[in-house]
Nanobody
Framework: QVQLVESGGGLVQAGGSLRLSCAAS????????VGWFRQAPGKERELVAA???????RYADSVVGRFTMSRDNAKNTLYLQTDSLEVEDTAMYYC???????????????????WGQGTQVTVSS
């Protein structure tokens, strides 16, 4: 089992920034991908960014140039730096981990087995 705990969400004005963190624990040896998803009310859960074991990162088109994903392997922590936030970025943000064995970074929520409880990001105009 893998446990994921997010933190860092909050209320911010448009144009502001937040740094989200995801602390991982448990049996992580079979995890090949970790990522950030978000879900706004009434919408499907969507990929924000994901990283594979070698360190390649895939971003959603809507966040390219504004969000930066990183990880600290020594701390078993994943980060998402969110800059130039927009009202449309308002959502619950989830950390997720996948044990799929494939070359391409999975982009569907159903391809991720382990999930955190989420952290709310609210951007005001």
């Amino acid at each position: 089992q893998v446990q994921l705990v997010e933190s860092g969400g909050g209320l911010v004005q448009a144009g502001g920034s937040l740094r989200l963190s995801c602390a991982a624990s448990g049996r992580r040896f079979n995890i090949n991908f970790v990522g950030w998803f978000r879900q706004a009310p009434g919408k499907e859960r969507e990929l924000v960014a994901a990283i594979d074991a070698p360190g390649r990162i895939r971003y959603a088109d809507s966040v390219v140039g504004r969000f930066t994903m990183s990880r600290d392997n020594a701390k078993n922590t994943l980060y998402l730096q969110t800059d130039s936030l927009e009202v449309e970025d308002t959502a619950m943000y989830y950390c997720a981990a996948s044990d799929l064995y494939q070359a391409a970074i999975p982009t569907r929520a159903r391809d991720y087995r382990y999930w955190g409880q989420g952290t709310q990001v609210t951007v005001s105009s």
